[in-house]
C-alpha cells in the first residue's frame, strides 16, 4: 500500500481509497462526487479529514492514508496505514455501541458519544497497514 497521491481516488469495487500523509503541507480537494455523495479531503502529515456531504466521516491524528473504505448500512470498514501511532474518529449514529475490529481480532465494543464521535487507537509505523470493521451492536 501506498499514500493516495491524488489525496482521493474511487475504486473498482465501489470503495474510496484517500489520504498523504507525506505532504508537508495541508492540501485540500472538494467536490469529489463518489456514489451520488460529495465528499472533500484534507490531508498531510499532522490530519487526514474526510467529509461527505459537509459531515465527518473519518479523521486521523496525524495523517493517514485510507485504502477501501466502505460504508454500508450499520458497518464501516477500511485499511490504514501511516509512519506512527494514529487516534482515528469516526462519525457514526449518536449514543450507540459498536464492535471493533482490528486485523480479524476483535478490539473490544464502543460506545459513540452524543456527537456520534467513535475514537480508535492504532498502532502503526513503516510497512504497517492494519485493517479495520466497525459494525453497529
Known amino acids: 500500500m501506498a499514500v493516495v ?3 482521493i481516488r474511487s475504486e473498482q469495487d465501489g470503495s474510496l481509497s484517500f489520504g498523504d500523509y507525506s505532504l508537508p503541507t495541508k492540501t485540500k ?3 469529489f462526487e463518489h456514489d451520488g455523495d460529495i465528499y472533500k479531503i ?3 502529515k499532522e ?3 474526510l467529509e461527505r456531504n459537509e459531515a465527518l466521516v473519518y479523521e486521523s491524528s496525524p495523517g493517514t492514508a485510507v485504502h ?3 460504508v454500508t448500512g450499520d458497518e464501516i470498514s477500511f ?3 501511516g509512519p506512527e501511532d494514529a ?3 469516526l462519525e457514526l449514529e449518536a449514543d450507540s455501541v459498536y464492535e471493533v475490529v482490528k486485523n480479524g481480532s476483535e478490539a473490544g465494543e464502543v460506545k459513540t458519544n452524543l456527537g456520534g464521535k467513535l ?3 492504532v498502532e502503526l509505523g513503516a510497512d504497517t497497514e492494519v485493517s479495520i470493521k466497525v459494525s453497529k451492536k
Request: glycine share 4%; aromatic share 4%; hydrophobic share 40%.
Open 79 to 81: 485499511s490504514v496505514e
Open 47 to 49: 490530519i487526514t479529514r
Open 42 to 44: 484534507k490531508t498531510f
Open 29 to 31: 480537494k472538494a467536490d
Open 87 to 89: 487516534m482515528v474518529t
Open 5 to 7: 497521491s491524488e489525496l
Open 119 to 121: 475514537p480508535i487507537s
Open 68 to 70: 477501501g473504505l466502505k
